[in-house]
């Protein structure tokens, strides 16, 4: 990045964290931590590794000084980091030195929930574990062993369940996250967004980002395209209910009503039909459907979108000219957290639509073609096959899932149909705060004979298991490679930086030792971590000494753009983009998106809105110090008239009820103009309740807590959480 480009970066982000500062915050925790690299070499080490924050997975390299870990940096070579950490990579450090991590394994000894524990040896913990999963396979099968995990750290555990027999496995990044949004691309166009994003938004001339909060949201490609895209005076339209970072930096603000989305989309795509301003040629040669959803879409005009979504009609016109004026670089992000209304597979559909009227997809500026690197896999035995289903989608309820369903698998284990789950091993994912509905969580624990929960610290999740594992955290140990798809084909490496400062370890030993204990020692032909890796490398010609020195490998750039060369395939039935979609028809949807209303808030309440901030990752960083440095409680964003009529004042701290009578942690009031009256707004991923989080406990207030209900997307099972109302309560 060029310095202008980087303190732009920086003026987005608001947040910066030096090396000096980081450290200095840290000088208090250090205490207590293991010592380091049992020889300490004097000066200055670098070893590159992969950030572990979020599951962008940006190369670093680590600094350690005298054998101590001192700070992390962007690895220059890599596509995604391009040398610069987000705030939150480079606060990263700070779970190295979490004073609340998990230091060895723990087996309950009261009531589940109740946080009682006694500290055992590996051998013992696993030994326990492996005795209830035979146990349980001998009574009921294989199959009712399920799994939740989340990210990369996953595979080894995924690996032993599956030698097991296991069939069940969910994560929280498709039906509570980006599901609605890749099942709407795939069939719109046969194929899915995935993740990092195929998003070109630095080459983009005209930026839309419906909720889509940049710059908040700190995937860290995304936010220094964004910054570029801001550098080369790229026309930007925000689509918020509140006027976020992005909507600082917009030409067009459309302060939409909540939910009504599809409604504006429904009117954008109406205007640049009707006025002829759609990508005619590229519409004609890859388009299907086109006539019937033209005719479909005639009635939507702007004027009948207007009582909707509160958008002034001329607005409407004028941002539909602007995107069309720079087709077809013109990007309409897909967003990624699309789980909001229970609609929102159409509403991914209709962005899908926009973008193809427009020609984005497959153009520089638009929607690219991923490249990447694939290595062969490991030559495993098979795993042994089941004459079971998966239980997470019964009769295919949700015909256009394409991923698990995590709220599926629960709803199995509480029902026990079609058959009973007794036991989840859950890695990486705090499921307490990541599922709607907390109550249906714990009612499905309740009905477990084993909750095995990987973490690094004592989650909410954690806190209900019967056996708590210790996991190092990334800086100290291997993973898989990343071989994400992007603009340019790369892999990078995992390794440990630093020795965990405690009894923890990492997922590839726990898995195997694991396995071991299973009697299932066979799935693991390799005795450490290094050997599976060099293998796989080997296998691609490639040397795991050198990736181990330089951290990423790059390939050579590819063509990712129709005007590249490439030649685009649409894995839809009709092998083009579905404007108008017979397979949904015949499932019994809607072939071409419609507006349906969504339930107003009854007087005194106001719709729950959440998001992110950039230096917290989910709830997986309230107990890192450096960050909690930088904000340690949330606030809830309150329309500054609102305020002004209940009597509250910016800074007072408040609790907010729910419709179903659920009251939160006390909460800081945020009064702004900077959000409409008819909504509040929160960051996710505060107010703990684990006593084990002394660093994060009863600071701030919980989203989670409040979203008690949830509309499910009956395309997919996606679980629309935007749906939760909640009033003030004054007195705290
Ligand atoms: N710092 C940081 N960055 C992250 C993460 C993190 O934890 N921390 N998590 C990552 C992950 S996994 C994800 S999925 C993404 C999530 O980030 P996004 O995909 O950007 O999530 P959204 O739900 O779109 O973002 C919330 C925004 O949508 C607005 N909004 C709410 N309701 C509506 C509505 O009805 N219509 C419109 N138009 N807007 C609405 C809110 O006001 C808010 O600004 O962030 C990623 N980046
Ligand atoms: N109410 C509400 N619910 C949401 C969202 C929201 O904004 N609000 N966002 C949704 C979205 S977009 C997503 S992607 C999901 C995210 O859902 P999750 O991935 O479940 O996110 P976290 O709540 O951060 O849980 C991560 C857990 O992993 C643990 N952990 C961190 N590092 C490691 C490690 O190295 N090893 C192990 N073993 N464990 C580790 C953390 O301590 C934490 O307990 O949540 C979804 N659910
Ligand atoms: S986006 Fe930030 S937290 Fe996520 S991997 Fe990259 S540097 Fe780490
Ligand atoms: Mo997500």
Redesign the pocket.
Known sequence: MNAISRRKFLKLTGYTIGAAAAASSLTPVIKGAKKINKEKVKGIQTIPTYCDI???KCSAIAYLKDGELWKIEGHPNDPLSKGRL?P?GTGGIGAHFDPDRLRSPLIRTRERGEEKWKEVTWDEALSYIAKKMNKIKEQYGAESVASFSHGIGGNFLKHTLKAYGAINFGAP?FAQ??GPRDVGFELTVGDSIGSPERTDIENSKCLVL?????G????NSQAQEFAKAIENDATIIV????F?TAASKAKYYLP?K????IALLLAWMNVIVSEKLYNIDYVTKYGFGFEQFAAEISSYTPEWAYPETGIDPDLIRKTARTMAMYKPATLVHP????T??GDDTQRSRAIALLNALLGSWGSKGGLFFPVSYSLPPYPYPAYPTSTKEKLDNPGKKYPFASEEITTGIREATITGKPYPIKSWIVYSTNLIFALPNIDETIKAIQNLDLLVVVDTIGSEIAGWADVVLPESVYLERHDDFNMSPFKQPFFSIRQPVVDPPGDQKPNWWIAKKLAEKLGLGNYFPWNDVEEYLDYRLKAGGLSLAKLKKEGVFVGEKKPIYIEEGVVPEFGTPSGKIEFYSPQLLQAGFDPVPKFTKVEEPPTGYFRL??????????SRTQTNRILMDMYGENEVWVNQDIADKWGIKNDQYIKLKNQDGVISNKVKLKTTER?RPD?V?MI??FGHTSKMLKGAYGKGASDSELITRYKTDPLMGGTGM?VNFVTFETEV
């Open positions: 979020c599951f962008w987000c939150r990044s996250c980006r419906i909720g889509s909060h940049l908040e949201n700190m995937h689509v918020d209910p509140r976020s939409i909540p939910g009504t989305d967003g990624r957290h699309t909001w209304y809105l959440y998001g992110r901030i950039p230096v917290h990752s989910f959000i909504c707004y996710h991923g935007n």
